[in-house]
């Protein structure tokens, strides 16, 4: 899935993914604006309506539209992502009582051609997967991914190097109320698709 979110006026693109890795080094993590997010967050609270149990909230189609990333962005060149194949689904597992959403929950096959435009070199990317996105109340984002992640850094960003990064593993993506945007890797490695397409 491509979720964007403005946060502090930034335009911040992340896809969730999962399925073959395709790994390269670690990249380094920097340090925090705000702490880890606690593990309380990621399960589903009562609702306005009543209590909620995952299995009996509904899940809805999500389509995810392709995106390109200008020269100098991202990469150094511009790339362009085409979506191959993709049948997304998403919940809302809890909500804010003004009914904005509190914790989502996305699933499911996601596949990504990613192009260098200045060479024609692309590589398809298995995105399929899960991963679930709090949003706190003080702004921002925080996702937890269990297996795989697309997040696009752009050049400037504060917290983890620009790039279109791949993460394979369990990880964290933290996007403080600025737009800073930090990776950490608890059990993982990552690929840049800018290296990759170099």
Not at 66 to 75: F, L, Q, T
Not at 104 to 119: C, H, K
Not at 132 to 140: C, H
């Amino acid at each position: 899935m491509r979720l964007r979110h403005i946060v502090g006026g930034l335009a911040v693109t992340i896809v969730a993914a999962a399925g073959v890795p395709a790994v390269a080094s670690a990249a380094t993590v920097s340090p925090l604006s705000r702490p880890v997010p606690k593990t309380s967050q990621w399960h589903v609270a009562p609702t306005a309506g009543g209590a909620a149990t995952a299995s009996s909230i509904p899940w809805k189609p999500y389509r995810t539209k392709p995106w390109h990333d200008a020269p100098g962005k991202v990469c150094r060149f511009g790339v362009n992502v085409t979506i191959v194949r993709q049948h997304e689904q998403y919940r809302t597992l809890s909500s804010y009582p003004n009914g904005n959403p509190r914790l989502q929950e996305f699933r499911g096959p996601l596949f990504a051609r990613y192009t260098n435009t200045s060479t024609g070199k692309s590589v398809v990317g298995n995105l399929s997967g899960y991963g679930w996105f709090y949003y706190p109340a003080s702004g921002g984002l925080d996702v937890y991914i269990p297996n795989h992640i697309d997040v696009t850094v752009p050049v400037g960003n504060r917290g983890f190097p620009a790039g279109e990064w791949i993460v394979s593993g369990r990880s964290l993506v933290i996007i403080d109320s600025t737009g800073a945007i930090n990776i950490v890797l608890i059990h993982a490695t990552t690929e840049n698709i800018c290296r990759t397409l170099s």
